[in-house]
């Protein structure tokens, strides 16, 4: 067994315990009893980062509460990359949850903060309401500016995930970098069109049959041919809402988003254990379902399809 490994099966054990022992007061909505089902093998180039920690996030507004999520913050030794000031958030869908789309959160948190960023996977207190959506957002930024030395953010979501995202990037100022996979337009089309010159990533699947690729396309237009921003658009045949069968190339082309945002992308992609890491396969397409299932985002409306 080799260092991640060793690392990730503790991180199993660390995670049950934690929840279990959780009794945070309602109006806090329940974080699933498992937020990774396997251990994603990832070669052990690299100084394995600590277990993530479950964190309550107290939320200042009119429904108050905490919002929850998992903390990944890296090893103060990692030498992968220099020291970065630069956050990833990820956020789900309209059933709330951890894992994201085909359970990409769970590797790509695990790849980004080996690599030397802090990332926080996010749950929702009111899923696929927009308002206490956002407000779970800033609240996030403002934890992680206090939890590490993160005062610049990279925002990621998937479906609903979009409105929060689009909307809180095209507010503030200190979200450098937004993603999304399948994006709804509706309260997202507005954070968009205001969100240049911050650059955008957007990923969908033609064969989604839950939010049409149209969604995506609109969006893209939305943001428009404006001095100084950049707009990505990345369409891929066939997949459907969680981009089941692709979704090993989008959390690549995510990876390299935020690391590129983070000014440390062609550090990573300069040294051989960066692209390993980086290009290090974790799980099959069953696992991907299951992470899914297993970490909420599949609660309420949300499906794969």
């Not at 498992?34 to 093998?41: G, H, I, K, N």
């Not at 600590?50 to 990692?78: C, F």
């Not at 979501?157 to 999304?180: K, L």
């Not at 989604?208 to 990345?234: M, T």
């Amino acid at each position: 067994m080799n260092r991640f490994q060793s690392f990730l099966t503790k991180f199993l054990s660390h995670i049950d315990t934690m929840t279990s022992k959780s009794t945070v007061s309602s109006p806090t909505r329940p974080l699933p009893s498992s937020s990774l089902a396997w251990p994603p093998t990832l070669p052990a180039t690299t100084k394995p980062p600590p277990p993530p920690r479950q964190v309550a996030i107290p939320v200042e507004d009119e429904w108050g509460g905490s919002v929850q999520g998992y903390l990944h913050l890296p090893t103060s030794s990692n030498t992968t990359t220099t020291a970065s000031t630069t956050a990833a958030i990820l956020l789900s869908g309209a059933g709330g949850g951890t894992s994201g789309p085909s359970s990409i959160y769970l590797t790509l948190a695990a790849r980004l903060s080996s690599l030397g960023l802090p990332v926080l996977r996010l749950d929702y207190r009111h899923p696929a309401r927009t308002r206490p959506c956002v407000a779970d957002t800033l609240a996030a930024m403002d934890h992680l500016s206090q939890a590490s030395s993160a005062t610049r953010f990279v925002l990621v979501g998937w479906s609903f995930g979009g409105a929060p995202v689009y909307t809180v990037g095209g507010r503030d100022r200190r979200v450098t970098g937004c993603a999304t996979v399948a994006s709804q337009t509706a309260d997202a089309t507005e954070g968009i069109a205001r969100c240049s010159p911050t650059p955008v990533l957007l990923l969908h699947g033609t064969g989604d049959r839950v939010l049409s690729d149209a969604c995506s396309r609109r969006l893209w237009e939305a943001y428009g041919e404006r001095k100084g921003g950049s707009r990505q658009l990345r369409l891929f045949e066939g997949a459907d809402h969680a981009l089941t069968g692709q979704a090993e190339a989008a959390e690549r082309c995510i990876a390299e988003f935020v690391l590129e945002r983070a000014g440390v992308l062609g550090e990573v992609l300069g040294r051989a254990q960066g692209r390993e890491v980086l290009g290090t396969s974790l799980m099959g397409k069953r696992e991907m379902v299951e992470g899914m299932r297993d970490g909420g985002d599949l609660r309420g409306s949300e499906r794969v399809e």
